[in-house]
């Protein structure tokens, strides 16, 4: 099931450049996440954003910039970023029904390189 | 303090046994959920199983099966008559209060099944 995608699926930039991730959920959730895997580390929770409402923000630097439009995309807008975010970003939806939330589906994925 | 323990690296298993992940936690909210992810190496996160802590059966989903033991704290995941599509990396991964949308994941297992 590809309730979740992710675009592009893999991305090289240099340092001063300025690019974004995609992501989108067919899922009907109304929840959506960003988190980080470098490598060696455990995945890492970046953003929350919940009706378009972003719900936490997990101490991640300025460079990295969300914007969440509507229920079902979400983005990531990065600028100036450094080698060592170089890492895979995860997309993920749930439906979160007040009192509890649901499990959190994930997308494939953007592997992100920066020279 | 590490909330979630994963203290197998790696697995080696021949095909069609049975192999169990173990996945340690640290809480003291009574109300929590454990899941299990598997992760391919194209990257995306695939669920598979979830326990709530005031389940009173262990979950099963298919080949995979959840060894829950509060007491212990232990959340291993089962999976039956293993196949080689199940190579992979496995994560276990914990969500502190019902309505909590943060999930916690350990270290992940990486599992290789050999013909």
């Known amino acids: 099931e590809t309730g979740v995608t992710q675009t592009p699926r893999h991305l090289v930039m240099g340092m001063t450049n300025k690019k974004s991730l995609k992501c989108e959920q067919h899922?009907?959730?109304?929840?959506m996440y960003w988190y980080k895997q470098s490598a060696k580390k455990p995945l890492e929770l970046m953003f929350v954003?919940?009706?378009?409402?972003?719900?936490e923000n997990n101490s991640v630097p300025s460079r990295f910039s969300p914007e969440c439009p509507n229920s079902s995309h979400l983005f990531l807008h990065l600028h100036t970023l450094q080698p060592e975010d170089s890492a895979l970003y995860l997309c993920?939806?749930?439906?979160?029904?007040?009192?509890?939330?649901?499990?959190?589906?994930f997308g494939p994925g953007t592997r992100l390189t920066v020279l | 303090a590490q909330k979630i323990t994963q203290t197998q690296p790696g697995m080696f298993v021949q095909e069609k046994e049975a192999v169990t992940l173990d996945c340690t936690y640290d809480?003291?909210?009574?109300?929590?959920?454990l899941f299990w992810y598997k992760q391919p190496s194209s990257g995306e996160m695939i669920f598979l199983i979830y326990?709530?802590?005031?389940?009173?059966q262990n979950a099963t989903e298919g080949r995979y099966s959840l060894n829950f033991q509060k007491a212990r704290k232990s959340a291993n995941l089962v999976i039956s008559a293993s196949q080689l599509g199940d190579s992979a990396m496995y994560f276990c991964?914990?969500?502190?209060?019902?309505?909590?949308?943060?999930?916690?994941f350990g270290q992940g297992t990486r599992l290789t099944i050999n013909p």
């Open positions: 993920a939806s749930s439906q979160d029904r007040g009192p509890y939330t649901d499990t959190q589906y």
């Open positions: 899922l009907g959730h109304n929840a």
């Open positions: 954003y919940n009706f378009k409402e972003q719900t």
């Open positions: 809480t003291s909210d009574p109300s929590y959920g």
């Open positions: 326990q709530g802590s005031y389940d009173q």
């Open positions: 991964a914990m969500r502190e209060g019902a309505g909590a949308q943060k999930l916690v």
